[in-house]
């Protein structure tokens, strides 16, 4: 029996925007990192099992986040369709206008009602709020079984 993963919310603490493994990497590392994770997916989502119109896939950074030390640590890379991705991003997904349709897909992938969507979302944006009140040091160690050498980037010194 093939078990999916539950498709829930990644926001980024905003003093943490842009602090990501595409900002750490050349261009050309990103494009290798992309093609090993989709290969070893098959191109197909590894939360619902679609792929999308445009392009089947994408690549998705997940980082578990120690609020006491304020790490920000890449745990693993996986591949989402559009619309799962759309969701692990629903702040930017509300600020280009698409908040109901990324509701309405985590509701679906994940069998809630709206509503519970709703509450859910709500919790993760408390959660965004109070992380996004420090700074975090970002550690793509991870990238390391790929051959990438990543160090951990403390966050800029206060001026």
């Keep these: 029996m093939v ?3 539950l498709l829930t919310i990644e926001l980024v603490p905003r003093t943490a925007w842009y602090k990501n493994v595409r900002s750490n990497v050349a261009p050309e ?3 290798r990192l992309r093609r ?19 392009w089947p896939v994408e690549c998705h950074e997940v980082f578990a986040y120690d609020d006491e030390r304020r790490v920000q640590k890449l745990v693993r890379l996986v591949v989402l369709c ?3 991705h759309q969701v692990k991003h629903i702040g930017l997904a509300g600020a280009r206008g698409h908040m109901r349709e990324a509701t309405a897909h985590m ?8 509503e519970d969507a709703r509450h859910y979302i709500e919790g ?7 992380r996004s009140c420090h700074q975090w040091t970002l550690d ?3 990238l390391e079984q ?3 050498k990543a160090e951990a980037t403390a966050p800029a010194a206060p001026k």
Excluded: M
């Design 140 to 142: 793509i160690s991870y």
């Design 29 to 31: 590392e990103w494009d």
């Design 107 to 114: 509701a679906r992938v994940n069998n809630w009602s709206l």
């Design 82 to 84: 559009p619309a799962c």
């Design 124 to 130: 993760c944006f408390e959660i965004w709020s109070r």
């Design 146 to 148: 790929f051959g990438v």
């Design 36 to 54: 090993i994770i989709s290969e070893r997916a098959n191109y197909i989502c590894e939360v619902c099992g679609g792929r999308g119109r445009q």
């Design 3 to 5: 078990t999916r993963e």
